[in-house]
């Protein structure tokens, strides 16, 4: 290996992060687009103004029916970032010569796309070409249409002699309950009030059986991608912080997610137990951005093709799909977890002080205190909340622990101390106080 070589991998392994540097002032505000009723862990983030913080501008959130209006907001410049725009309106989009691009996976929802049946149509899979001639509300151009598509397909009823009626899923969901239509597609909140008035016909597990894969994608502009890549990579890593939080400490977060998707908690619940959210880690992985997400977004486009939905498919979609920002957050991580590591190899044996984690104390409503710090992954500590007993606490693989206590009026020290195998405190205690109405 000559010197030059060395240097070039030794650049490379110092992080994508010095590489992502914005090439023109912060903007005071950016546009982000997003759908109500479709609850996700980032909207925790997004109410809490935790991406405003972040990212150092004003985020603007602005809500939309459909992905084809997401792609047409981005194209005219009126939206600089889709989160969770499904996969379908981003492949006709970048199809048909719009400049945007996928910069990492939003969700994955099986169950929470499909379509519904009337009950008063009486149609059931014995008699399901009963359909032909009949009229179906569903988006056109989203991923609702696409499985409306395949699903039709597959189960042989003639797609070309179906009435479709462009309608966005709350409205598909309203026209089901008037029997204006016989079926009626969607996804979200709308879904839940379709399958009030009728049945599904597959669930999202046999679709996907037979090949339909169902996730929306965080996309942007080719242009506000290139010219802001730091403030994009501090996008994706406040969004994969809150689906760490989530997957972590899920009802904490439920009440504001529901707030914010414009749900009743319980609805929101509902949908929510029905998504899955790739990690950075995963979204890089061959089963998403490493190569079967550019497969499946040429699949898409090609079947367009043959039903007629679309005029022609790009040869390959690789060019249309960046991981740049997505490495970026996943090698901070990285170098982060590699720090706790180096630095858990040199630390002397015998007692250690509990320097090793931060501690801080936030009074919640009804007398409650939310305690919480960082460590290493898997350190042990023993927290002492006020006069209450001890209780061991362990770092999650975030590196972050937290403790809900209920200590009433007053003012109560809280202790934290490294905790041996046995849970027994050694070396010397942190503390924070902390007073409550």
Not at 30 to 49: D, S
Not at 76 to 98: K, R
Not at 109 to 131: F, K, P, Q, S
Not at 423 to 429: E, I, L, P, R
């Amino acid at each position: 290996v000559t010197d030059e070589e060395e240097g070039a991998e030794e650049a490379m392994e110092e992080g994508a992060m010095v590489a992502l540097e914005n090439k023109a002032d912060l903007p005071e505000e950016i546009t982000v687009a997003y759908f109500l009723e479709w609850p996700t862990p980032n909207q925790f983030a997004q109410l809490e103004e935790l991406y405003d913080e972040a990212l150092g501008v004003d985020v603007n959130w602005v809500s939309f029916d459909t992905g084809v209006a997401m792609s047409a907001a981005m194209a005219s410049g009126d939206v600089h970032i889709a989160y969770s725009q499904g996969l379908v309106p981003f492949a006709n989009a970048v199809s048909a010569g719009l400049p945007l691009e996928i910069v990492g996976v939003a969700v994955s929802y099986a169950e929470n796309d499909n379509c519904v049946v009337g009950t008063d149509a009486g149609i059931t899979l014995e008699n399901v070409t009963d359909l032909e001639g009949q009229k179906v509300a569903v988006p056109i151009g989203t991923v609702a249409h696409y499985k409306m598509l395949r699903e039709m397909e597959h189960l042989g009823v003639d797609v070309a002699s179906l009435e479709l009626v462009d309608l966005a899923p709350a409205d598909g969901a309203a026209a089901l309950e008037r029997g204006d239509v016989a079926m009626a597609c969607g996804w979200g909140g709308a879904l839940g009030r379709m399958k009030e008035n009728g049945d599904i016909l597959m669930t999202g597990a046999e679709m996907e059986e037979i090949g339909i894969k169902v996730f929306d994608v965080i996309s942007t502009t080719t242009d506000f991608a290139d010219t802001y890549p730091a403030l994009l990579a501090d996008f994706l890593k406040v969004t994969e912080d809150a689906n760490a939080q989530y997957a972590d400490d899920p009802a904490s977060m439920q009440d504001v997610i529901a707030e914010a998707a414009g749900m009743d908690v319980d609805a929101s619940n509902a949908v929510l137990a029905n998504f899955s959210f790739p990690t950075c880690e995963e979204q890089l992985s061959d089963a998403w951005l490493g190569g079967t997400v550019q497969t499946f977004v040429k699949s898409v486009a090609d079947f367009f093709v043959e039903q007629g939905e679309l005029d022609a498919a790009l040869d390959s979609y690789d060019a249309t799909i960046d991981t740049t920002y997505l490495e970026a957050i996943c090698k901070e991580g990285d170098d982060a977890s590699a720090d706790d590591s180096a630095a858990a190899e040199e630390a002397p044996a015998g007692p250690a002080n509990v320097v090793a984690s931060s501690i801080t104390a936030t009074p919640q409503d009804g007398g409650l205190v939310t305690i919480s710090g960082t460590g290493a992954a898997g350190q042990s500590f023993l927290l002492t909340p006020g006069d209450q007993a001890a209780t061991v606490v362990v770092v999650g693989e975030d590196g972050t622990w937290s403790v809900d206590a209920g200590l009433g009026p007053g003012t109560h020290t809280i202790l934290l101390q490294d905790a041996d195998a046995d849970g027994n405190a050694v070396g010397t205690a942190a503390s924070v106080e902390v007073t409550l109405e």
